[in-house]
């Protein structure tokens, strides 16, 4: 399994090259190929032309953030993106999950952490390519179908666009309905033990997720908020 990992590529896009080199230098010690933008505009071509196994996104960047280079890359392609922000800037963390970026890594952080991030959001994506080749098991909750071994989800027959982590979510929850959940329980079980992140990504998370899958997303039928605890499901 370490030799499949290992021939993973990776995009870093970072204008600071002193941060790039010293990640890339990294990531290849532990046998990773990795490409590198040092402007928003060249990254989001290599992202599209060279598809790679994850992206490594700085928020600032020269000719186009780092914010728009998610969304862009987004509208084609759902290849993990972890971003990289400033821990200052805490309204950075909630924008790019808004975006679609998967994860993201504070500066300044430990190559250790850094790398970890980097093997798990990988690790994801092989587990739903896994997934994709397994037999369907479709569960109906109302006019809401969920094939939970080949994440795909469905409403009224139109199958809804979500991100990973969105499916997962969704799936842990309705595998489980009507029991209610913390936010710190949730980001437990649907992020993995591991996870460094803070409570505000299950709310951003939830957010869109009504987004894609209710009528009205400011009245949900399906994830309800239990006030004080946190979240549950329902079937409508
Ligand atoms: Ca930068």
Excluded at 32 to 37: E, I, L, P
């Amino acid at each position: 399994m370490e030799t499949e990992i290992n021939s993973k590529r990776i995009l870093i896009i970072e204008d600071e090259t002193s941060i790039s080199d010293i990640i890339k230098f990294n990531l290849e010690k532990e046998g990773y190929r990795v490409d590198t933008a040092y402007d928003g505009q060249n990254g989001l071509h290599k992202a599209l032309e060279e598809a790679p196994d994850l992206i490594l996104l700085d928020v600032m960047l020269p000719l186009m953030d780092g914010f728009e280079v998610c969304k862009r890359v987004r509208e084609t392609s759902n290849t993990p993106i972890l971003m990289l922000t400033a821990k200052e800037e805490e309204v950075d963390k909630v924008l790019g999950l808004e975006l679609g970026a998967d994860d993201y890594v504070t500066k300044p952080f430990g190559m250790r952490e850094l790398i970890a991030r980097i093997k798990a959001n990988i690790r994801r994506t092989d587990v739903l390519a896994d997934k994709l080749n397994a037999p369907a098991d479709v569960q109906a909750f109302g006019n809401l179908e969920i094939d939970m071994n080949r994440y795909e989800a469905r409403k009224n027959g139109t199958a809804l666009d979500l991100t990973l982590r969105e499916f997962e979510l969704l799936k842990y929850l309705a595998e489980r309905e009507d029991r209610v959940f913390s936010r710190e329980q949730l980001l437990e079980e649907v992020w993995g033990y591991e996870y460094y992140g803070d409570i505000r990504t299950v709310d951003v998370t939830v957010r869109r997720l009504r987004e894609k899958l209710e009528d009205d997303p400011s009245d949900p039928q399906y994830i309800m908020t239990k006030r004080g605890i946190g979240y549950h499901f329902k079937r409508a």
